[in-house]
């Protein structure tokens, strides 16, 4: 029982220090890490490895094994926030050796933040039932960063990482991008897998549709979606939605104005991934003209609106025309996507 004690008061001692040592000064942090390291339980290293990253210091590889050792998500979970507020390629790989083309950072670690990313851009921490609504008739939600839901947020993950891991060349790009979501979560999925060499292409008006042009495109007529003011989110908006992650940097393209000015010399080279959000048959078609040659072998073409009709008969139209049979794969009640074979 004293050597409980004694020990208990011995762990306390080390953790005020290593704490202490870590607020006081940049300076002492290599022996608070030291001290981390050595022989504090997992709780206190968790609170010491959270301090130094607020103090924008890496912790000790050893200090975030033993820590994550312990495996409660709960443990994760809050080294995926202090990863956040640092940078998470700080967080040391795996013990074991990381497959090619698999992530250089703890895979938990790094599920726990995508995990974390994906529920806050929807909104699932504050309204998991998804029961706040901006408008009544609609499911564009009042406060999240998207309103594509789980699955088609899900979907993109996979299609990302399917690039990531096979190596299929080509930025991520979206067009319809709302309030950012859907194109904030491709960019920390390039962050979470450590790859700095694709860009985020981010397309929208920033002020909502445009009103239908029946005469180019009859399918649109009577179309009253360039009404809703919901839907107009301006580019300082989205811009600032990508900075409150940590996400906005010189690899996030913003192209802003109608799809048909600006898609066609947009400078993107090649996607990988091309997610089309437009909701109108117009917008559907104009960035699938301007970007599908951009699109590599293996790449994904993803569609947001397949249950609008003027969105669904552009995408069979477009596929008609360029003899695109690659099937479409069915993701939610109204996503769908195809992997580009030819
Ligand atoms: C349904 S919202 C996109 C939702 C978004 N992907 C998300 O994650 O929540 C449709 C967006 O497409 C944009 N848009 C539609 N047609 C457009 C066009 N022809 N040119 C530019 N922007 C367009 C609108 O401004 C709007 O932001």
New binding site residues.
């Given amino acids: 029982m004293l050597g409980f004690v004694v020990a208990l008061l011995a762990g306390a001692a080390i953790f005020a220090v290593g704490t202490a040592l870590v607020r006081s000064s940049e300076r002492n942090t290599d022996w608070a890490r030291d001290l981390v390291g050595a022989d504090a339980n997992a709780a206190e290293r968790l609170d010491i490895v959270e301090r130094l990253a607020v103090v924008g210091e890496p912790w000790s590889d050893r200090a975030v094994r033993m820590a994550a050792a312990d495996d409660p998500d709960a443990n994760v979970r809050r080294l995926a926030r202090a990863s956040v507020r640092v940078d998470i390629q700080a967080v040391p790989p795996p013990a074991e050796p990381a497959a090619s083309g698999s992530p250089k950072s703890d895979p938990r670690l790094r599920d726990a933040y995508l995990d974390l990313v994906r529920d806050s851009l929807l909104d699932r921490i504050y309204d998991p039932e998804g029961a706040d609504y901006l408008v009544a008739d609609r499911d564009w939600p009042l406060r999240?960063?998207?309103?594509?839901g789980l699955e088609r947020m899900d979907n993109i993950r996979t299609c990302v990482e399917t690039v990531l891991a096979e190596g299929v060349p080509g930025d991520l790009m979206?067009?319809?991008?709302?309030?950012?979501?859907?194109?904030i979560f491709m960019r920390a999925l390039l962050e979470a897998y450590g790859d700095r060499s694709r860009k985020v292409w981010v397309?929208?008006?920033?002020?909502?549709?445009?009103p239908p042009d029946p005469e180019q495109f009859p399918v649109d007529a009577g179309d009253a979606?360039h009404e809703r003011d919901e839907?107009?989110?301006s580019l300082a908006t989205v811009r600032e939605n990508f900075r409150r992650y940590g996400l906005l940097d010189d690899r996030v393209v913003f192209v802003e104005?109608?799809?048909?000015d600006?898609l066609p010399a947009c400078g993107v080279e090649r996607l990988a991934v091309l997610?089309l959000?437009?909701?109108?048959y117009?917008?559907t078609y104009?960035a699938l003209e301007s970007l599908y040659p951009k699109l590599s072998i293996g790449g994904f073409a993803i569609v947001?609106?397949y249950a609008l009709p003027a969105c669904r008969q552009a995408i069979h139209d477009f596929r008609a025309a360029q003899n695109i049979d690659e099937p479409l794969v069915t993701v939610d009640w109204t996503g769908t996507y195809w992997r580009r074979r030819a």
């Fill in positions: 999240a960063h998207s309103m594509i979206e067009t319809g991008v709302w309030r950012g979501g859907a194109t397309a929208d008006s920033f002020r909502g549709l445009p979606h839907l107009a989110i104005g109608w799809f048909r600006t997610r959000d437009g909701d109108l117009e917008s104009v947001d609106d």
